[in-house]
C-alpha cells in the first residue's frame, strides 16, 4: 500500500479524504505546514500532499527528492508556493485546477456585500441591542461597473453573478476568453473606470503586487477592492494608505500577502506582530477572512476526489491531467 504524508491538516480535509480513499492509501496526516522544518519526516513515503500555506521551496524540492518522495500534490489550485524550477524531471506537481468557483466568487460577492452594507458592525450592534442605523449606508452595487481581473472559471462564475445585480462588466486578462458577453479592457482603463474591481487571477512573477501604488492612483475615488485569489497581488501597504486618502472606499479580503503563519490558525492569544495586518484588520472599512472561500461541502468533496485521482494516475501509470507545467 502507498504511504501519502498529508500536511497541514485540519478536522474537515480528513471527512472527506477519509470517505473517498476507501483504504487504497495510507494517509498520515500531520497538522503542521511543509517546509524545510517539517520536509524531514516525509522519509519513507511514496506521496506527499500540501497545500496553499505550506513553503515549498527548492530545499524543499531537494529533499523530497532525496526522501525518495515520488510525487507531490496540491490539494488547491494555486501553486505559487512551489519552487516548480527545483522539481521540473525530478519531482511530478498535481494540482486541483477547480473545485468548486461557485464557492469562491459567491464568497467574493458576499464579502462586497458586507463591507458596502456594513453587515458585520450591523449584527454586531444589534447583538448588544444597540438598533441604531447611523453609520451603516451602503451604495446600490445596481447600474456600478466592476472590472473583473481573471476570467477562468471563478471569474466568470463572478461575472454572472455581478450581471446578475445589475452591474456593468468590464474585464481584463491577457487570455480572454470567447463569447462570455463582457468587454475586455487594458488594464489601466479598468482601473479609470470601475467603481469595484474584484481579482480572480493567478499569482505569478507578472502579478505580483498588481495592486500597487500606481494603480491605486488611477482608480475612481470611493472604489471597492474584492481579493479572494492570492494575497501577494495587492501591495497591502499601498492599500491601506489608498483607504486612509479615501480612494479606496472599502476592501474585502479572504487572502493576505504575509498570511502563511497565521491564517488557518487561532491565534487569538497571540500578539500578533504584523503591524500592516493590525492596522486592516482595525479599519472598520476593511472586512477579512481567513482565506475561507473555499470552505464549502462540494468543494471540499471535489478536492477530495481529484486530489485522490492525481495519486491514482499517476500509480498506475496514466497521464496526470492535472500535472503543472513549467
Given at each position: 500500500?502507498?504511504?501519502?504524508?498529508?500536511?497541514?491538516?485540519?478536522?474537515?480535509?480528513?471527512?472527506?479524504?477519509?470517505?473517498?480513499?476507501?483504504?487504497?492509501?495510507?494517509?498520515?496526516?500531520?497538522?503542521?505546514?511543509?517546509?524545510?522544518?517539517?520536509?524531514?519526516?516525509?522519509?519513507?513515503?511514496?506521496?506527499?500532499?500540501?497545500?496553499?500555506?505550506?513553503?515549498?521551496?527548492?530545499?524543499?524540492?531537494?529533499?523530497?527528492?532525496?526522501?525518495?518522495?515520488?510525487?507531490?500534490?496540491?490539494?488547491?489550485?494555486?501553486?505559487?508556493?512551489?519552487?516548480?524550477?527545483?522539481?521540473?524531471?525530478?519531482?511530478?506537481?498535481?494540482?486541483?485546477?477547480?473545485?468548486?468557483?461557485?464557492?469562491?466568487?459567491?464568497?467574493?460577492?458576499?464579502?462586497?456585500?458586507?463591507?458596502?452594507?456594513?453587515?458585520?458592525?450591523?449584527?454586531?450592534?444589534?447583538?448588544?441591542?444597540n438598533f441604531s442605523i447611523a453609520g451603516l449606508m451602503g451604495v446600490d452595487l445596481h447600474g456600478k461597473t466592476v472590472g473583473v481581473i481573471g476570467t477562468g472559471t471563478i471569474g466568470r462564475v463572478f461575472i454572472d453573478i455581478c450581471k446578475g445585480f445589475g452591474m456593468k462588466v468590464i474585464a481584463?486578462?491577457?487570455?480572454?476568453?470567447?463569447?462570455?458577453?463582457?468587454?475586455?479592457?487594458?488594464?489601466?482603463?479598468?482601473?479609470?473606470?470601475?467603481?469595484?474591481?474584484?481579482?480572480?487571477?493567478?499569482?505569478?512573477?507578472?502579478?505580483?503586487?498588481?495592486?500597487?501604488?500606481?494603480?491605486?492612483?488611477?482608480?475612481?475615488?470611493?472604489?471597492?477592492?474584492?481579493?479572494?485569489?492570492?494575497?501577494?497581488?495587492?501591495?497591502?501597504?499601498?492599500?491601506?494608505?489608498?483607504?486612509?486618502?479615501?480612494?479606496?472606499?472599502?476592501?474585502?479580503?479572504?487572502?493576505?500577502?504575509?498570511?502563511?503563519?497565521?491564517?488557518?490558525?487561532?491565534?487569538?492569544?497571540?500578539?500578533?506582530?504584523?503591524?500592516?495586518?493590525?492596522?486592516?484588520?482595525?479599519?472598520?472599512?476593511?472586512?477579512?477572512?481567513?482565506?475561507?472561500?473555499?470552505?464549502?461541502?462540494?468543494?471540499?468533496?471535489?478536492?477530495?476526489?481529484?486530489?485522490?485521482?492525481?495519486?491514482?494516475?499517476?500509480?498506475?501509470?496514466?497521464?496526470?491531467?492535472?500535472?503543472?507545467?513549467?
Open positions: 500500500m502507498k504511504r501519502i504524508a498529508f500536511f497541514d491538516t485540519k478536522p474537515y480535509d480528513k471527512i472527506w479524504f477519509d470517505e473517498y480513499n476507501n483504504g487504497r492509501y495510507e494517509i498520515v496526516y500531520f497538522e503542521g505546514k511543509l517546509n524545510r522544518y517539517t520536509v524531514g519526516i516525509t522519509a519513507g513515503f511514496d506521496g506527499v500532499c500540501g497545500f496553499v500555506n505550506d513553503d515549498i521551496n527548492a530545499d524543499v524540492i531537494n529533499s523530497l527528492v532525496e526522501n525518495n518522495v515520488k510525487i507531490l500534490a496540491m490539494r488547491s489550485a494555486g501553486y505559487s508556493n512551489v519552487d516548480l524550477k527545483a522539481a521540473k524531471g525530478r519531482l511530478p506537481v498535481v494540482r486541483v485546477p477547480a473545485y468548486s468557483p461557485y464557492a469562491v466568487a459567491e464568497h467574493a460577492m458576499g464579502l462586497l456585500l458586507t463591507v458596502n452594507r456594513k453587515l458585520a458592525r450591523a449584527v454586531t450592534r444589534t447583538r448588544d441591542f481584463y486578462d491577457p487570455y480572454p476568453a470567447q463569447n462570455i458577453g463582457v468587454d475586455y479592457v487594458p488594464l489601466t482603463e479598468l482601473f479609470k473606470q470601475s467603481d469595484v474591481i474584484s481579482l480572480h487571477c493567478p499569482l505569478t512573477e507578472s502579478s505580483y503586487h498588481l495592486l500597487n501604488k500606481e494603480a491605486f492612483e488611477l482608480m475612481k475615488k470611493g472604489v471597492f477592492i474584492v481579493n479572494t485569489s492570492r494575497g501577494a497581488l495587492v501591495d497591502s501597504d499601498a492599500l491601506l494608505d489608498a483607504l486612509k486618502s479615501e480612494k479606496v472606499r472599502g476592501a474585502a479580503l479572504d487572502v493576505y500577502e504575509e498570511e502563511t503563519d497565521l491564517f488557518f490558525e487561532d491565534m487569538s492569544g497571540t500578539i500578533i506582530k504584523d503591524d500592516t495586518l493590525s492596522l486592516l484588520i482595525s479599519n472598520p472599512n476593511v472586512v477579512l477572512t481567513s482565506h475561507q472561500a473555499f470552505l464549502t461541502e462540494e468543494a471540499l468533496e471535489a478536492i477530495a476526489k481529484i486530489t485522490l485521482k492525481n495519486f491514482d494516475d499517476f500509480f498506475a501509470g496514466n497521464p496526470l491531467e492535472n500535472e503543472v507545467k513549467r
